[in-house]
Protein backbone atom coordinates (compact mmCIF):
# COMPACT_ATOMS: atom_id res chain seq x y z
CA UNK A 1 0.00 0.00 0.00
CA UNK A 2 1.01 3.44 -0.21
CA UNK A 3 -0.08 6.58 1.74
CA UNK A 4 -2.37 9.53 -0.11
CA UNK A 5 -2.47 12.75 0.91
CA UNK A 6 -5.19 15.19 -0.66
CA UNK A 7 -4.57 19.20 -1.68
CA UNK A 8 -6.14 21.74 -2.90
CA UNK A 9 -9.60 22.43 -1.38
CA UNK A 10 -11.26 25.21 -0.32
CA UNK A 11 -14.16 27.81 -0.65
CA UNK A 12 -15.17 29.22 -4.23
CA UNK A 13 -18.40 30.69 -5.39
CA UNK A 14 -21.10 28.68 -7.68
CA UNK A 15 -19.25 28.48 -11.43
CA UNK A 16 -15.89 28.75 -10.30
CA UNK A 17 -13.16 25.66 -10.97
CA UNK A 18 -10.56 24.12 -8.59
CA UNK A 19 -7.87 21.33 -9.16
CA UNK A 20 -7.78 18.68 -6.27
CA UNK A 21 -4.46 16.76 -5.57
CA UNK A 22 -3.61 13.52 -4.35
CA UNK A 23 0.29 12.67 -4.08
CA UNK A 24 1.29 9.11 -3.06
CA UNK A 25 4.28 8.38 -1.31
CA UNK A 26 5.62 4.91 -1.89
CA UNK A 27 7.29 2.76 -4.88
CA UNK A 28 3.84 1.06 -6.56
CA UNK A 29 2.12 4.30 -7.34
CA UNK A 30 1.58 3.69 -11.11
CA UNK A 31 0.48 0.26 -10.55
CA UNK A 32 -2.63 1.26 -9.11
CA UNK A 33 -5.88 2.38 -10.41
CA UNK A 34 -6.78 5.68 -8.86
CA UNK A 35 -10.50 7.05 -7.51
CA UNK A 36 -12.13 10.21 -5.94
CA UNK A 37 -15.02 10.07 -3.95
CA UNK A 38 -16.76 12.61 -1.76
CA UNK A 39 -18.92 12.80 1.23
CA UNK A 40 -21.28 15.78 2.41
CA UNK A 41 -22.65 16.37 5.71
CA UNK A 42 -25.43 13.50 6.56
CA UNK A 43 -24.87 11.53 3.25
CA UNK A 44 -23.31 8.76 2.35
CA UNK A 45 -20.14 8.26 0.32
CA UNK A 46 -20.06 8.71 -3.40
CA UNK A 47 -18.53 7.74 -6.39
CA UNK A 48 -17.10 10.68 -8.31
CA UNK A 49 -14.39 9.39 -11.24
CA UNK A 50 -12.02 6.77 -11.32
CA UNK A 51 -8.41 6.34 -13.79
CA UNK A 52 -6.35 3.42 -14.41
CA UNK A 53 -2.87 2.93 -13.97
CA UNK A 54 -1.79 3.75 -17.43
CA UNK A 55 -4.16 6.60 -17.49
CA UNK A 56 -5.95 5.74 -20.69
CA UNK A 57 -9.20 4.81 -19.82
CA UNK A 58 -11.66 7.12 -17.23
CA UNK A 59 -14.79 6.11 -15.37
CA UNK A 60 -16.98 9.08 -13.94
CA UNK A 61 -20.18 9.29 -12.11
CA UNK A 62 -23.31 11.05 -13.98
CA UNK A 63 -23.36 14.13 -12.16
CA UNK A 64 -20.26 15.42 -12.69
CA UNK A 65 -19.77 13.89 -16.10
CA UNK A 66 -18.96 17.06 -18.78
CA UNK A 67 -17.53 18.94 -15.48
CA UNK A 68 -14.93 17.31 -13.84
CA UNK A 69 -11.80 15.48 -15.22
CA UNK A 70 -9.60 12.86 -13.61
CA UNK A 71 -5.94 12.55 -14.63
CA UNK A 72 -2.82 11.39 -13.36
CA UNK A 73 1.25 11.98 -13.55
CA UNK A 74 2.73 9.06 -12.80
CA UNK A 75 6.58 9.93 -12.76
CA UNK A 76 4.92 12.37 -9.73
CA UNK A 77 2.97 10.23 -8.05
CA UNK A 78 0.28 11.90 -8.14
CA UNK A 79 -3.50 12.18 -9.56
CA UNK A 80 -5.70 14.79 -10.17
CA UNK A 81 -9.34 15.94 -10.47
CA UNK A 82 -10.09 19.15 -12.29
CA UNK A 83 -13.31 20.63 -11.41
CA UNK A 84 -15.09 22.99 -13.44
CA UNK A 85 -19.15 24.44 -13.61
CA UNK A 86 -19.07 24.02 -9.26
CA UNK A 87 -22.50 23.76 -7.70
CA UNK A 88 -23.47 24.21 -4.08
CA UNK A 89 -24.17 20.49 -4.39
CA UNK A 90 -20.82 19.63 -4.68
CA UNK A 91 -19.55 21.00 -1.07
CA UNK A 92 -18.55 17.70 0.34
CA UNK A 93 -15.09 16.11 1.67
CA UNK A 94 -13.21 14.87 -1.50
CA UNK A 95 -11.64 11.84 -1.11
CA UNK A 96 -9.11 9.65 -3.10
CA UNK A 97 -8.17 5.71 -3.14
CA UNK A 98 -6.15 3.37 -4.92
CA UNK A 99 -7.43 -0.49 -6.02
CA UNK A 100 -5.58 -2.97 -7.51
CA UNK A 101 -8.41 -2.01 -10.61
CA UNK A 102 -10.23 0.60 -11.78
CA UNK A 103 -13.94 0.34 -10.20
CA UNK A 104 -16.79 2.63 -8.76
CA UNK A 105 -17.63 1.20 -5.36
CA UNK A 106 -15.85 1.85 -1.90
CA UNK A 107 -15.32 -1.88 -1.46
CA UNK A 108 -12.62 -2.13 -4.40
CA UNK A 109 -10.60 0.15 -2.92
CA UNK A 110 -7.43 -0.82 -0.91
CA UNK A 111 -6.10 2.39 0.47
CA UNK A 112 -7.41 6.10 0.99
CA UNK A 113 -6.27 9.69 1.71
CA UNK A 114 -7.95 11.78 4.74
CA UNK A 115 -9.70 14.38 2.31
CA UNK A 116 -9.84 17.68 1.68
CA UNK A 117 -12.76 20.14 2.28
CA UNK A 118 -14.76 21.45 -1.32
CA UNK A 119 -17.27 24.20 -0.19
CA UNK A 120 -19.40 26.12 -2.77
CA UNK A 121 -20.93 29.34 -2.18
CA UNK A 122 -23.75 30.56 -3.89
Known amino acids: QVHLVESGGGLVQAGGSLRLSCAAS????????MGWFRQAPGKEREFVAAITWDGIHADYADFVKGRFSIFRDNALSTVYLQMYSLKPDDTAVYYC???????????????WGQGTQITISS
Open 26 to 33: GRTFSRYA
Open 97 to 111: AGARFIGTTQREYDF
